[in-house]
Nanobody, 133 residues
Framework: EVQLQASGGGLVQPGGSLSLSCAAS????????IGWFRQAPGKGREGVLC????????SYTDSVKGRFTISSDNAKNTVYLQLNSLKPEDSAIYYC??????????????????????????WGKGTQVTVSS
């Protein structure tokens, strides 16, 4: 059974940092692209960053450029999202997702632009990030 487990969220002050993890089981990271999304209260799910062993990294929003980075450890079957210089507007539930299509594929496009969340092969349960003083 394929599972994604997101962790690492918490409460942090503005300007602080967090490191989120998405641990995958039941398949190899080589088989899927893994992406991070976030959802603030009352808003749709926003694409953040995606990584694929075959196609590299794809960014879906300018709001995190220079502050968030995505990386993977294939030996641990885990994808990381490093959040630096956090702002209150970064507060959201952060989800990881996996799909057999590359980060620029139609599945990701459908989720980001049309909120067709079922387009992803797998979703993990979210982890809450709260940025507040």
């Amino acid at each position: 059974e394929v599972q994604l487990q997101a962790s690492g969220g918490g409460l942090v002050q503005p300007g602080g940092s967090l490191s989120l993890s998405c641990a995958a089981s039941g398949y190899s990271l080589d088989e899927y692209a893994i992406g991070w999304f976030r959802q603030a209260p009352g808003k749709g799910r926003e694409g953040v960053l995606c990584i694929s062993s075959t196609d590299g990294i794809q960014s879906y929003t300018d709001s995190v450029k220079g502050r968030f980075t995505i990386s993977s450890d294939n030996a641990k079957n885990t994808v990381y999202l490093q959040l630096n210089s956090l702002k209150p507007e970064d507060s959201a539930i952060y989800y990881c997702a996996a799909d057999s299509q590359p980060c620029w594929g139609s599945s990701w496009y459908d989720v980001i632009n049309f909120k067709r969340y079922f387009a992803m092969d797998y979703w993990g349960k979210g982890t809450q990030v709260t940025v507040s003083s």
